[in-house]
C-alpha cells in the first residue's frame, strides 16, 4: 500500500516535490510508480489551487507560438493574408480583433480564450 498525505502548506509541497524527483525514474508498474502518480496529483491539485498560473498575454502568446515554429513577420503575414492588422497589433498600436483572432487561434493554435483577453496597448 502507497502511503501519501495531503500537502498543507509550500514547504510540505517542497518536500513532495523532492519526492517526485526521487521517483522519477522508477520502475514501471511498480509501488513506487504508483506512489509517484498519486504524488504528482496531489502536487498539481495544490498548485492549481494556491500556485494558479494565470493565462499568457495575448501579443506574448502569439510571439511565443511564432518563435516556437520559427515563424517571421512576413511568414504570419502570408499565413494570414494581410499585413495591416497583425503588423499594428504586433507593435501594440491597435487591439486584436475578433476576424484576426480567429485566424490566429487556428494558424497559431494558440487557445481562443488567451486571445480575447482585455490588454493595454
Do not use: W
Amino acid at each position: 500500500m502507497v502511503e501519501v498525505s495531503a500537502i498543507k502548506n509550500d514547504e510540505q509541497l517542497d518536500e513532495a516535490l523532492r519526492e517526485i524527483d526521487n521517483l522519477i525514474d522508477c520502475n514501471e508498474g511498480s509501488l513506487e510508480e504508483e506512489k509517484l502518480y498519486i504524488l504528482s496529483l496531489i502536487v498539481a491539485d495544490y498548485e492549481e489551487r494556491f500556485h494558479p498560473i494565470g493565462m499568457p498575454h495575448p501579443i506574448k502568446a502569439i510571439e511565443l507560438r511564432m518563435e516556437e515554429q520559427h515563424l517571421k513577420l512576413t511568414d504570419l503575414i502570408k499565413l494570414i493574408g494581410e499585413e495591416f492588422p497583425i503588423t499594428t497589433v504586433l507593435y501594440r498600436k491597435q487591439k486584436l480583433d475578433l476576424p484576426l483572432i480567429r485566424k490566429l487561434s487556428v494558424i497559431l493554435n494558440i487557445p481562443i480564450e488567451i486571445l480575447v483577453q482585455e490588454y493595454d496597448l
